[in-house]
């Protein structure tokens, strides 16, 4: 009997800390706005904005600003590496990270590019 509860405690145990681990991982898609205000990493999807200061490296950071889609509301993302290949094609781009010190540090960024197939629908 004694075996079957530490069998149990032990895939209770394991169960919470992959909970624990996957919860950590998962990075939710927020505005602009809610990108400020969020205290651990979100996802903030936009364009490209036209209007503001062109994209640029500043020392080992990749600096451009990005525009919500929806609200046209502007943030400036320090995405901490060089500029990503395809940048200059990008329909969409995600960036993942956290706003901090007034301006949104991305370590991940994903760019989204028009398909080559969206002619053939």
Request: hydrophobic share 40%; aromatic share 10%.
């Amino acid at each position: 009997m004694n075996r079957k509860y530490l069998l149990l405690i032990l895939l209770l145990v394991f169960v919470g800390y992959a909970g624990w681990i996957f919860s950590d991982s998962v990075t939710p898609y927020v505005g602009i706005a809610e990108a400020r205000e969020a205290k651990s990493n979100v996802q903030v999807k936009g364009l490209l904005d036209k209007n503001g200061p062109a994209p640029h490296m500043d020392g080992e950071e990749f600096v451009f600003v990005l525009q919500d889609e929806d609200t046209l509301e502007t943030m400036t993302v320090r995405y901490h590496g060089g500029k990503p290949d395809q940048f200059d094609q990008a329909h969409h781009i995600v960036a993942i990270g956290k706003y901090r010190e007034g301006a949104f540090h991305a370590d991940k960024l994903l760019i989204k590019c028009p398909s080559k197939y969206e002619s053939a629908k």
